[in-house]
T-cell receptor, first 113, second 116 residues
């Protein structure tokens, strides 16, 4: 069965500093990978996704993620965070053949002014 | 375009009572999902519809949860009777295609259920 690990439950970071949110998955087959963001009292919004091709994926709001097959990781990065980036971030995985999307437990990013 | 609509936004009930949530997906989206998000966890899929047919309900507690999507548009999720552990946010999402794994899902704001 697939699973997603997000090692950091909470990440505080100062405004304009870089940030990396870590995500590791377990799967023995080809996968698609996603990062979603959830602002307070809102639903989830897709930040970016890896389907195939280049392992470096660029998303909205200046975020990017790199797929590393050998390390089964899909870490999310942003070179300079803003107060408005404060939110919950979820990594998700699904098999390329039909299957449900499995979400990680989430990482709460707090940007400190 | 309008997003996924859900109502109510908040609901507080006593255990053993029943409750229903409503979802209206984005117009033209064939696939509709219901997720349960317990505090501190990621969303967990309860049921997936394609048009008005069920694609996956393997994680739906069928002894107390039911869902329907009449006419392939809006959907209702019901819990009867509710238990304390059902306290969670219930998210509805929709996607345009046939529910392929690569399809982007668009989420509604959720219904926060508190069972006392």
């Amino acid at each position: 069965a697939q699973s997603v690990t997000q090692l950091d439950s909470q990440v505080p970071v100062f405004e304009e500093a870089p940030v990396e949110l870590r995500c590791n998955y377990s799967s023995s087959v080809s996968v698609y990978l996603f990062w979603y963001v959830q602002y307070p009292n809102q639903g989830l919004q897709l930040l970016l996704k890896y389907l195939s091709g280049s392992t470096l994926v660029k998303g909205i709001n200046g975020f990017e993620a790199e797929f590393n097959k050998s390390q089964t990781s899909f870490h999310l990065r942003k070179p300079s965070v803003h107060i408005s980036d404060t939110a919950e971030y979820f990594c998700a995985v699904t098999k390329t053949s039909y299957d449900k999307v499995i979400f990680g437990p989430g990482t709460s990013l707090s940007v400190i002014p | 375009e309008a997003g996924v609509a859900q109502s109510p936004r908040y609901k507080i009930i006593e255990k053993r009572q029943s409750v229903a949530f409503w979802c209206n997906p984005i117009s033209g989206h064939a696939t509709l999902y219901w997720y349960q998000q317990i505090l501190g966890q990621g969303p967990k899929l309860l049921i997936q519809f394609q048009n008005n047919g069920v694609v996956d309900d393997s994680q739906l507690p069928k002894d107390r949860f039911s869902a329907e999507r009449l006419k392939g548009v809006d959907s209702t999720l019901k819990i009867q009777p509710a238990k304390l552990e059902d306290s969670a946010v219930y998210l509805c999402a929709s996607s345009f295609g046939g529910g392929a794994p690569r399809d982007e899902q668009f989420f509604g704001p959720g219904t926060r259920l508190t069972v006392l």
